[in-house]
């Protein structure tokens, strides 16, 4: 049997994370054909076929696959699942949406975040906001996953490309849902969840105002994108999808800055696997210290400001 790996994509670029999950899908072992489902996606599927270890890239376009809505993607991932006995997707807003479903339709248990993989039915996921990790074997006979892209390198690039085969998808999913519009934010820096370099502030910037003379000086200079802790963002300081932590994004970059986070597991849980911690927090027994390769006690309105000078 295969792997079916549903592609992270918006049409015209593929996604880091679809490559991340690829290493995945390639320590779980056989053969892995990817699927793009969505409307002129050609560009995503041939970026996907240049990818190392793909047997196959699978496009599926129709009008219905375009916004990538649960009912009509999950029931084309339905369909095509007889073929395989692991489906698998980054852990994205879109595939926590799509796959549990496909999961219910199947009559199968979902394994999400996976941070690890054991073996072909074994996996390893965090629970209790990282502080414990879970093993899991699936007995089912298809094994759905989400895979926390942050744990896994990006699969290199092939020498050659996999063959793109056009799929047929049908109307199945009927019409519970349908698109209204996107709302998305525009911004000249890296994306969150992608980033190398990643600045963040939390609730001790006081103010919106603060936030932004602060920390985006450091960020630019860097490079860097702006992350934010749930209590800045809960205070104004900072717009949602700048949220880390277990209920905003997962991160893993080389280097994170944390400015005035004490270090609530809340935000522990979305990046602490980041190579290189530096915290700045004038609390000496603050707990982001704890996870912190250096630390530096003082005040971030004086140590920011120097920073971004000696930079």
Same mark, same amino acid.
Not at 9 to 20: C, F, I, K, N, P
Not at 64 to 87: F, N
Not at 173 to 189: A, K, Q
């Given at each position: 049997?295969?792997?079916?790996?549903?592609?992270?994509?918006?049409?015209?670029?593929?996604?880091?994370?679809? #490559?991340? *999950?690829?290493? @995945? !899908?390639?320590?779980?072992? /056989?053969?892995?054909?990817? %699927?793009? +489902?969505?409307?002129? &996606? #050609?560009? *995503?599927?041939? @970026? !996907?076929?240049?990818?190392? /270890?793909?047997?196959?890239? %699978?496009? +599926?376009?129709?009008? &219905?696959?375009?916004?990538?809505? @649960?009912?009509?993607?999950?029931?084309?991932?339905?369909?095509?699942?007889?073929?395989?006995?692991?489906?698998?997707?980054?852990?994205?807003?879109?595939?926590?949406?799509?796959?549990?479903?496909?999961?219910?339709?199947?009559?199968?248990?979902?394994?999400?975040?996976?941070?690890?993989?054991?073996?072909?039915?074994?996996?390893?996921?965090?629970?209790?906001?990282?502080?414990?990790?879970?093993?899991?074997?699936?007995?089912?006979?298809?094994?759905?996953?989400?895979?926390?892209?942050?744990?896994?390198?990006?699969?290199?690039?092939?020498?050659?490309?996999?063959?793109?085969?056009?799929?047929?998808?049908?109307?199945?999913?009927?019409?519970?849902?349908?698109?209204?519009?996107?709302?998305?934010?525009?911004?000249?820096?890296?994306?969150?969840?992608?980033?190398?370099?990643?600045?963040?502030?939390?609730?001790?910037?006081?103010?919106?105002?603060?936030?932004?003379?602060?920390?985006?000086?450091?960020?630019?200079?860097?490079?860097?994108?702006?992350?934010?802790?749930?209590?800045?963002?809960?205070?104004?300081?900072?717009?949602?999808?700048?949220?880390?932590?277990?209920?905003?994004?997962?991160?893993?970059?080389?280097?994170?800055?944390?400015?005035?986070?004490?270090?609530?597991?809340?935000?522990?849980?979305?990046?602490?696997?980041?190579?290189?911690?530096?915290?700045?927090?004038?609390?000496?027994?603050?707990?982001?210290?704890?996870?912190?390769?250096?630390?530096?006690?003082?005040?971030?309105?004086?140590?920011?400001?120097?920073?971004?000078?000696?930079?």
């Amino acid at each position: 049997m295969a792997i079916l790996l549903i592609a992270e994509h918006d049409g015209a670029t593929l996604s880091e994370h679809t #490559a991340r *999950a690829l290493t @995945a !899908a390639t320590q779980i072992g /056989g053969d892995v054909d990817i %699927l793009i +489902a969505g409307k002129n &996606a #050609a560009a *995503a599927a041939d @970026a !996907a076929a240049g990818l190392a /270890g793909v047997r196959a890239v %699978l496009l +599926a376009e129709a009008d &219905a696959l375009e916004h990538r809505l @649960a009912e009509p993607t999950a029931a084309l991932i339905t369909a095509m699942a007889g073929d395989y006995d692991t489906i698998l997707a980054p852990a994205s807003s879109s595939a926590k949406n799509i796959l549990p479903r496909v999961a219910a339709l199947l009559d199968v248990m979902q394994v999400s975040d996976v941070i690890e993989v054991v073996s072909r039915d074994t996996f390893k996921r965090p629970i209790y906001a990282g502080n414990a990790i879970e093993v899991v074997q699936s007995t089912d006979a298809i094994r759905v996953l989400t895979i926390r892209s942050s744990s896994f390198a990006a699969a290199a690039a092939s020498a050659s490309a996999a063959p793109v085969k056009q799929v047929t998808a049908g109307a199945e999913g009927g019409n519970l849902s349908s698109f209204v519009e996107n709302l998305l934010s525009h911004s000249d820096r890296p994306e969150l969840g992608s980033a190398k370099i990643i600045v963040s502030g939390g609730r001790a910037l006081g103010s919106q105002e603060r936030f932004s003379e602060i920390i985006n000086p450091i960020a630019d200079k860097l490079g860097a994108a702006v992350g934010a802790s749930r209590a800045a963002v809960d205070a104004g300081y900072a717009p949602n999808d700048f949220q880390v932590g277990q209920t905003g994004k997962v991160v893993a970059p080389d280097l994170y800055l944390a400015c005035g986070i004490s270090g609530a597991i809340q935000h522990l849980a979305g990046m602490k696997d980041s190579k290189i911690i530096v915290a700045i927090n004038n609390d000496p027994e603050a707990p982001i210290f704890q996870v912190a390769d250096y630390g530096i006690v003082g005040d971030l309105f004086e140590v920011l400001p120097e920073l971004e000078r000696q930079l």
